[in-house]
């Protein structure tokens, strides 16, 4: 009668000093210290720098009828110009026709309320957004105003306008040459 277990498994034994996996050397604990401050510093230093050449104020979001609008406004590495980017995503999980007034979008600056800059864009009366589906509109605002004249320094509120049926706009403040 049996009372252990069978073990199919014949590999041959050899000592431990010879076994190939058995070579790989373990790094001391000092070692280990020393890569992950490395590591630390690195991150920290490509966090500086994406800091240092790109500033984005506040990310804007809302959602409505089912599509998420994200507005950011980013001052890009020369310090002069600022990305502004107005993004739609479908959250549906069928397709979603949007149904647009002419203009498409207009991306607005203003100072004590009133318009110093502005530009419209693309006039495509409906656009077929599918599940998950990015729409996004862009323009780079040199900090001039209408008439081509550095703006002053100081703040200034950023609009992002959507024409729809139902029109939809996102704003942020921003800093000029703080």
Same mark, same amino acid.
């Given at each position: ?6 073990? &199919? &498994? &014949? ?10 996996? =058995?070579?790989?050397? @373990? ?22 720098? @994406?800091?240092? &050449? ?22 890009l590495s020369n310090k002069i110009d ?59 605002? =040199? ?36």
């Open positions: 009668m049996y009372r252990g277990c069978i073990s &199919h &498994h &014949h590999k041959k034994t050899m000592p431990i000093k010879e076994r190939k996996r =058995d070579k790989v050397k @373990a790094i001391s604990p000092v070692v280990g210290q020393v890569i992950l401050a490395v590591n630390i510093i690195i991150i920290i230093g490509m966090f500086l720098y @994406a800091r240092q &050449h790109l500033k984005t104020f506040k990310i804007i979001t809302s959602t409505f009828n089912q599509v998420e609008y994200l507005f950011q406004v980013t001052l600022y990305l502004l980017k107005l993004e739609m995503k479908n959250k549906e999980k069928k397709p979603k026709l949007l149904k647009f007034s002419k203009p498409q979008y207009e991306f607005i600056i203003k100072k004590f309320k009133r318009t110093i800059w502005q530009v419209s864009g693309i006039n495509q009366e409906e656009v077929l957004l599918l599940p998950e589906g990015r729409l996004c509109f862009s323009q780079i605002w =040199d900090q001039r105003n209408t008439l081509g004249e550095m703006v002053e320094p100081g703040e200034y509120q950023v609009v992002a306008k959507i024409n729809l049926s139902s029109p939809r706009s996102l704003a942020t403040q921003i800093k000029v040459r703080e």
